[in-house]
């Protein structure tokens, strides 16, 4: 389960379902995967619909209309197209909420995206660099863009036993005496900077029998990285474990949690290796270096830079005491990112969209400085605090 999907399965089941019904609707087809999003309890719904077909708008008005959607939150392009025109003809409150950190948007976005600028309420990005490609390629007005950062179920993370991290690495077939392993989760894609992974793997790799080198993930790029190591003559220490349910447990058995990304939003996982305590060597990229400092909690270096990459990776190694106080140090800011937090700025959020739209006709004039700052609050505190009763909205996320 990757990306958003993943997000929405954190997310949703921990709103109050006293004060919100929370519903998910995907423009396209059903969803065949081994996990889908209806096994976690909470209602889905799919268009079936095609990228460009017009009959997706008067659908997706008849469904929000059936549901009683008082607030939509779309995530992609489609949605996000689709979604604020609904949004506008209902005159219900819509959130724009945007994960990547692109140049551009593709020639068929920019209409729609200078059209609905107006009638955003918000957007929310995951990332500073995700603010500046809102604002830069989507168009959008830069004080309704707020920098909202997600997090991961803490209580799901944490560090585990040497017990269970050897179960872990068998599974993975890394058991064995005096292994040493540095791995990734991640897409295998090339923004995510794998093949500079295995260079740094082969720098190290023929002096260094005993490391494992694990990349957890699919995506296009695995043939070609395959193909990298096995002409670096490093096949056998190198490990493509594939898709892996139990992302915890492959966190669990590294040593080392690697992100070699050439950029980024703020991904998911970075989160949960905070979590896990583990440590991290990171590249100096965007969403990244948002909650990752060197040698604070982590060790950064430049991206595209093998050898660098390499001995970054063999310092933490070698280093005890370095790594039990980036870890450690990595383990108290994920404090800062418990999905629950983000949660609870969400609900606050509905509930103000909610009240200005029915305490008027139709759009607010917003005062976004004023109206939207809890979402500039810290996260640890956020998540600690109770939010104050109101009155229910549900809210629903179509994905990308």
């Known amino acids: 389960m990757h990306g958003v999907k993943r997000l929405f399965s954190w997310m949703i089941p921990r709103f109050d379902t006293d004060r919100f019904r929370v519903s998910l609707l995907s423009l396209r087809k059903k969803d065949l995967s081994e996990e889908t999003l209806e096994q976690f309890g909470f209602p889905v719904h799919y268009l079936e619909k095609s990228r460009f077909d017009p009959s997706t708008f008067p659908a997706l008005v008849r469904l929000l209309k059936k549901l009683e959607i008082d607030v939509i939150q779309t995530h992609g392009y489609g949605a996000t197209t689709f979604g604020r025109a609904a949004a506008m003809w209902l005159r219900i409150p819509n959130v724009l909420h945007e994960h990547a950190n ?151 058995s590294f040593d080392v949690a690697v992100f070699p990304s050439l950029w980024e939003g703020t991904p998911l996982t970075v989160f949960e290796a905070m979590a896990m305590a583990k440590p991290i060597v990171s590249t100096d990229v965007d969403g990244l270096r948002d909650v990752l400092q060197d040698d604070l909690n982590s060790l950064v270096v430049p991206p595209r830079d093998p050898e660098v990459l390499a001995h970054a990776m063999v310092r933490m190694l070698d280093d005890p ?80």
């Open 102 to 252: 692109l140049t551009d948007t593709p020639w068929f976005q920019k209409i729609p995206d200078k059209l609905f600028d107006p009638f955003t309420d918000l957007a929310i990005a995951v990332s500073e660099s995700t603010r500046r490609f809102c604002v830069e390629a989507r168009k959008l007005a830069p004080e309704r863009v707020k920098v909202v950062y997600l997090g991961a179920p803490l209580e799901d993370f944490q560090p585990w036993s040497a017990e269970r991290v050897r179960e872990a690495r068998g599974k993975l077939g890394l058991a064995g005496p005096g292994l040493r392993v540095l791995g990734t989760v991640t897409r295998l894609h090339e923004s995510k900077g794998n093949r500079y992974l295995v260079e740094a793997a082969a720098l190290l790799a023929r002096e260094r029998p005993e490391l494992r080198f694990v990349f957890v993930g699919e995506g296009p790029l695995q043939p070609d990285l395959e193909a990298q190591a096995r002409r670096l003559g490093i096949e056998h220490q190198v490990v493509f474990a594939g898709f892996q349910k139990d992302v915890a447990a492959a966190f669990a």
């Open 321 to 400: 005491s370095l790594a039990r106080r980036l870890s450690g140090a990595a383990r108290e800011a994920s404090r800062r990112f418990d999905i629950q937090g983000f949660v609870n700025k969400m609900s606050r959020l509905y509930e103000v969209l909610v009240e200005r739209y029915r305490a008027g006709w139709g759009r607010p004039r917003w005062d976004y400085q004023r109206d939207f700052n809890f979402l500039d609050e810290d996260p640890v505190a956020t998540s600690h605090r109770a939010v104050p009763e109101s009155s229910t909205a549900g809210a629903m996320a179509p994905p990308r």
